[in-house]
């Protein structure tokens, strides 16, 4: 809901990346909430190569949807154990942003304590699980108390959170210890675990880069999983909002079903 015209950005689609895997839709539907009128929309690719929608929202709000399928390949989240960590100097300048601070990943105030407990840890693939394991074990999941503000060290301080909290609170401990971790969010059915009957929402997980490629790491759920669908990639939750609006705006509705299709 908006009460004047409100410019907006989008990240509602699947990523680029996923593209391929699109066998219906997506019926991207974007609508006047006073007269059901289509609400005109271009989009484009941002620096971090998220497929992203602008408008301008008009006075009285719009509704937002999108109702696609996509094929998987019904795998858990690849694993490999062996891979080792990079040398920062030979890693590609382009990944140098996800060793930096970001808006909620505090890499400066956290580095003491991540070498403190990670430092003599086997590196690579197995340090960074160890990172997830720990976040895993500090935050409590509970919704009720999500905070849009909080940021890494403030989750690890209070022991709470959300998925964003875990995931936030993984990638600033790996990039404290040069590891690159960049911040994803998505979709993420109950596909092959038992059923949550908690509403549907977005995720978040993160990836680190080692021995040349991003493997995805689930500090939350802390376990290969089937299904992920990514959305955006970013430094952190404050580059991949689900709406961002150069004005105030008020969520009314907010409803994700992913289901696993068969036949």
Do not use: K
């Given at each position: 809901?908006?009460?004047?015209?409100?410019?907006?950005?989008?990240?509602?689609?699947?990523?680029?990346?996923?593209?391929?895997?699109?066998?219906?839709?997506?019926?991207?539907?974007?609508?006047?909430?006073?007269?059901?009128?289509?609400?005109?929309?271009?989009?484009?690719?941002?620096?971090?190569?998220?497929?992203?929608?602008?408008?301008?929202?008009?006075?009285?709000?719009?509704?937002?949807?999108?109702?696609?399928?996509?094929?998987?390949?019904?795998?858990?989240?690849?694993?490999?154990?062996?891979?080792?960590?990079?040398?920062?100097?030979?890693?590609?300048?382009?990944?140098?942003?996800?060793?930096?601070?970001?808006?909620?990943?505090?890499?400066?105030?956290?580095?003491?304590?991540?070498?403190?407990?990670?430092?003599?840890?086997?590196?690579?693939?197995?340090?960074?699980?160890?990172?997830?394991?720990?976040?895993?074990?500090?935050?409590?999941?509970?919704?009720?108390?999500?905070?849009?503000?909080?940021?890494?060290?403030?989750?690890?301080?209070?022991?709470?959170?959300?998925?964003?909290?875990?995931?936030?609170?993984?990638?600033?401990?790996?990039?404290?210890?040069?590891?690159?971790?960049?911040?994803?969010?998505?979709?993420?059915?109950?596909i092959g675990v038992p059923s949550d009957p908690a509403p549907m929402d977005y995720n978040a997980w993160?990836?680190?880069?080692?021995?040349?490629?991003?493997?995805?790491?689930?500090?939350?759920?802390?376990?290969?999983?089937?299904?992920?669908?990514?959305?955006?990639?970013?430094?952190?939750?404050?580059?991949?909002?689900?709406?961002?609006?150069?004005?105030?705006?008020?969520?009314?509705?907010?409803?994700?079903?992913?289901?696993?299709?068969?036949?």
């Amino acid at each position: 809901m908006c009460h004047l015209p409100t410019p907006a950005i989008l990240l509602l689609d699947p990523h680029p990346a996923r593209h391929p895997d699109i066998v219906s839709g997506p019926a991207s539907t974007v609508r006047a909430l006073s007269s059901g009128a289509d609400v005109p929309h271009a989009e484009y690719l941002d620096g971090f190569g998220n497929r992203c929608r602008r408008l301008i929202i008009p006075p009285g709000g719009a509704a937002f949807g999108n109702d696609l399928i996509l094929v998987d390949s019904g795998e858990v989240d690849f694993v490999d154990r062996d891979a080792p960590e990079i040398f920062p100097g030979d890693l590609p300048s382009e990944v140098y942003e996800y060793m930096l601070p970001s808006r909620y990943c505090e890499v400066d105030e956290l580095s003491p304590m991540a070498w403190q407990l990670f430092g003599n840890v086997a590196r690579g693939w197995n340090r960074v699980q160890q990172i997830c394991d720990y976040v895993n074990a500090q935050i409590r999941f509970d919704y009720q108390l999500a905070r849009n503000t909080r940021t890494a060290s403030q989750a690890l301080a209070e022991g709470v959170g959300v998925c964003r909290d875990f995931t936030h609170l993984a990638v600033a401990l790996c990039r404290c210890l040069n590891i690159p971790a960049r911040y994803c969010n998505g979709f993420l059915g109950d596909i092959g675990v038992p059923s949550d009957p908690a509403p549907m929402d977005y995720n978040a997980w993160s990836e680190a880069l080692l021995g040349g490629r991003w493997f995805t790491f689930d500090a939350r759920h802390n376990r290969p999983r089937i299904g992920r669908i990514l959305v955006a990639r970013g430094r952190d939750a404050a580059d991949v909002p689900l709406i961002h609006t150069f004005g105030p705006h008020i969520l009314q509705r907010f409803e994700i079903i992913t289901d696993e299709v068969t036949g």
